[in-house]
């Protein structure tokens, strides 16, 4: 069984520039929420995709968007970037939407960097 | 709206003594308590959740934490801290209502030898 896991491990754009981050996740997960841990912060909710819709969202501008594929991996988008989105970009996989009777699993993290 | 306060931004105890780490919340309907653990460059890593039932919840590594009602706390506990358990710990709240998870800040533990 394979955990989390994210691509690329680090990015570095510069500002009115689009990203696209990757996750897939832990075998047998259908459902993917995604985080932003800005320095020296907890991780802040930005939206959750289960079975390939979205399934709540945090208070993120629609210009951070998202996609989840047939094999329950997911993507987020962030377009028109800004230097406040310099972070550390976390998915975490789980099974059955929205609940919390199931844990997270989180990979290791996408570290962006806006110039 | 639903908030997790972690009042230490850091918290240092000798190696062999016992540590706690404390957290407080604030959630409309029934409280779902978790805790996480983030190692320098790494993601988090689930230690232990209150759901319902006793108010001792044990988790893994041998941390456990305790859910008071009254004063809106679910503290993380050790008895015998090792120097390998040094890291950032984070308290989160799940919301029914919100349907998310609420992380607090964040507290480094740093047990010393």
């Known amino acids: 069984e394979t955990g989390v896991t994210q691509s690329p491990t680090h990015l570095i754009k510069t500002r009115g520039q689009q990203v696209t981050l990757r996750c897939s996740s832990q075998s047998g997960h259908n459902t993917v929420s995604w985080y932003q841990q800005a320095l020296g912060q907890g991780p802040q909710f930005i939206f959750q995709y289960y079975r390939e819709e979205e399934n709540g969202r945090g208070n993120f501008p629609p210009r951070f968007s998202g996609l989840q594929f047939p094999n329950y991996s997911s993507e987020l988008n962030v377009n028109a970037l800004e230097l406040d989105d310099s972070a550390l970009y976390l998915c975490?996989?789980?099974?059955?939407?929205?609940?919390?009777?199931?844990?997270?699993?989180f990979g290791p993290g996408t570290r962006l960097t806006v110039l | 709206a639903q908030s997790v306060a972690q009042p230490e931004d850091q918290v240092n105890v000798a190696e062999g003594n016992p540590l706690t780490v404390k957290c407080t919340y604030s959630v409309s309907g029934n409280p779902y308590l978790f805790w996480y653990v983030q190692y320098p460059n790494r993601g988090l890593q689930f230690l232990l959740k209150?759901?319902?039932?006793?108010?001792l919840v044990k988790g893994s590594y041998g941390f456990e934490a305790e859910f008071n009602k009254s004063q809106t706390s679910f503290h993380l506990k050790k008895p015998s801290a090792l120097v390998s358990d040094s890291a950032l710990y984070f308290c989160?709240?799940?919301?029914?209502?919100?349907?998310?998870?609420?992380f607090g800040s964040g507290t480094q533990l740093t047990v010393l030898p």
């Open positions: 209150y759901i319902t039932g006793d108010n």
């Open positions: 989160a709240v799940f919301s029914g209502s919100a349907r998310q998870l609420t």
């Open positions: 975490a996989s789980s099974l059955g939407g929205t609940t919390p009777y199931n844990e997270q699993f």
